[in-house]
């Protein structure tokens, strides 16, 4: 593996809070398209919006048709009811393959996203060609059960949480900075009740699909940071084994938001799982 990458001001001039140009579908779901070649799907996680990928879209679209998308409620997608479930996510997706009339196609999803990407490929069969699950959950603890449960059940109350993902999500060393201010603008910027919707279907989804990985018969990369203490690198383990065609990668040093704080490790990565053949493992 390369050595660690971190985000320094330079590495993170190209990022921005807002400033990727959108198309929309009929049904309201905003995304971002540049590249030909394969199509590459990118799903954001709670509270972001696809300028999370910006590190990912600039290397990918020199070879792939990139495809990054705002979950419902974010960014400029229409959200989805209050109180739909993951199943409704995944739901949402399918319904956004075909609105863009996509047959098969490679996903990579981060934290929430790579629950819809995970929901997606126990589903969706070879519609799925490649899945990417960065940061992902997988049967979390009581403890950590417990933890996001009430965590989800306060936002209707208290609002959004700006600091306590940034504490999760990010060590206190200074390369990461940019990416954790830029983080704290996206959470500002979140709609409030669709922030709530999803968290919910996030804290409740980690077993939703989690039978399936053995049935997935897609390359399946899971992908997290060692000091993750949420998407922990336990979890990454027991889904590649559980997967046929399933391996983990963790990168370390590096927490929640990795793709950001480590994108050329990452990028490498995501590489590595594009150029694999149906028989990886």
Same mark, same amino acid.
């Given at each position: 593996m390369p050595a660690m990458e971190t985000m320094d001001q330079n590495k993170a001039d190209h990022l921005t809070v807002g400033g990727l140009r959108r198309k929309r579908t009929a049904r309201g779901t905003a995304y971002h398209e540049v590249g030909k070649g394969e199509p590459l799907v990118l799903i954001h996680g709670v509270g972001m919006r696809l300028e999370a990928w910006t590190p990912q879209i600039e290397v990918f679209s =020199? &070879?792939? #048709?990139?495809?990054?998308?705002? $979950?419902? !409620?974010?960014?400029? /997608?229409?959200?989805?009811? &209050?109180? /739909? =479930?993951?199943?409704?996510?995944v739901a949402w997706f399918g319904g956004f393959l075909d609105e863009m009339a996509l047959g098969q196609v490679n996903v990579a999803g981060h934290s929430m996203g790579a629950l819809v990407a995970g929901g997606a490929a126990a589903t969706f069969g070879k519609r799925i060609k490649r899945v990417a699950y960065l940061n992902g959950v997988y049967r979390r +603890?009581? %403890?950590? =059960?417990?933890?996001? *449960?009430? #965590?989800?059940?306060?936002?209707?109350? &208290? !609002?959004?949480?700006?600091?306590?993902?940034?504490? #999760?999500?990010?060590?206190? +060393?200074?390369? /990461?900075?940019?990416?954790? %201010?830029?983080?704290?603008?996206? *959470?500002?910027?979140?709609?409030? =009740?669709?922030?709530?919707?999803?968290?919910?279907?996030?804290? !409740? !989804?980690?077993?939703?699909?989690?039978?399936r990985w053995p049935d997935? $018969?897609?390359?399946?990369?899971? *992908?997290?940071? &060692?000091?993750?203490?949420? /998407?922990?690198?336990?979890m990454a383990e027991q889904m590649a084994a559980a997967a046929p065609k399933g391996w983990a990668r963790i990168v370390e040093g590096h927490r929640h938001m990795v793709n950001l704080t480590a994108p050329e490790i990452v990028n490498e990565l995501l590489a590595e799982w594009l150029s694999c053949g149906e028989d990886a493992r």
């Open positions: =020199k &070879s792939q #048709r990139v495809i990054a998308v705002d $979950m419902p !409620g974010h960014g400029e /997608s229409v959200g989805l009811p &209050s109180g /739909s =479930k993951l199943e409704a996510f +603890d009581p %403890e950590a =059960k417990a933890a996001v *449960l009430a #965590r989800a059940a306060a936002i209707p109350i &208290s !609002g959004v949480d700006k600091e306590g993902p940034l504490l #999760r999500w990010f060590g206190d +060393d200074a390369q /990461s900075g940019v990416a954790r %201010e830029l983080t704290r603008t996206w *959470l500002g910027l979140v709609d409030p =009740k669709a922030y709530a919707t999803a968290y919910a279907a996030f804290a !409740g !989804g980690d077993e939703t699909y989690a039978d997935v $018969m897609a390359p399946a990369l899971f *992908l997290t940071g &060692s000091d993750d203490p949420n /998407s922990t690198p336990r």
